[in-house]
């Protein structure tokens, strides 16, 4: 599985899979512990394909850094995301040299490895690019669960309009302004 259909909600711990929109939102199942969740379009939500990490240059897309990380580790397990500050720092500097110390918190990097660590634990180690066209199109390679649900007309009223100006005016009024 990709990125694409991988979650990040604010307030919630853990990683969610997005599993079928819904009229307010979709549902997503935790990766911790298998719980189906409904999540409202006012939630804060990130799908990790959208997510980038600041270096000195440019923003490195997450993916890009989660296979750097499984490069290191040869697809195991990396640190816990409980180490000290000084020891994350050193971890990540090792995996991207270049990342922006200024902007990148530690805060960002023990995500980043807890998140590793459950895709991991999780088997869905697939960090690559989605296919893409010639014209720039993304091209599915599995068959989507999230379908758009359609919308019904609503019922139009059978009742008569009833128009609110007078009958025969035009409904503007015609008196003379005073001054």
Known sequence: M?????LSITGKPGLY???TQTRAGFLAESLLD???????????VSLLSEIAVYTLKEELPLREVLQKIKEKENG????SHKESKEKLEEYFFGILPD??????YVSDIKKI???YNLLQEKGKMDFSKPAETE??????????????IPKKAAP??????????????SGKNTSARKT
């Open 2 to 6: 990709s990125l694409e259909k991988l």
């Open 17 to 19: 899979e997005l599993k």
């Open 34 to 44: 298998g719980k189906k969740i409904a999540v409202s379009a006012q939630q804060n």
């Open 76 to 79: 195991e397990k990396t640190i």
């Open 99 to 104: 990342y922006d110390e200024d902007r990148v």
């Open 113 to 115: 490895i807890q998140w």
């Open 135 to 148: 014209s720039g199109e993304l091209v599915k390679t599995e068959e989507s669960p999230v379908k758009a």
């Open 156 to 169: 139009k009223n059978m009742a008569p309009k009833v128009s609110s100006s007078k009958k025969g005016g």
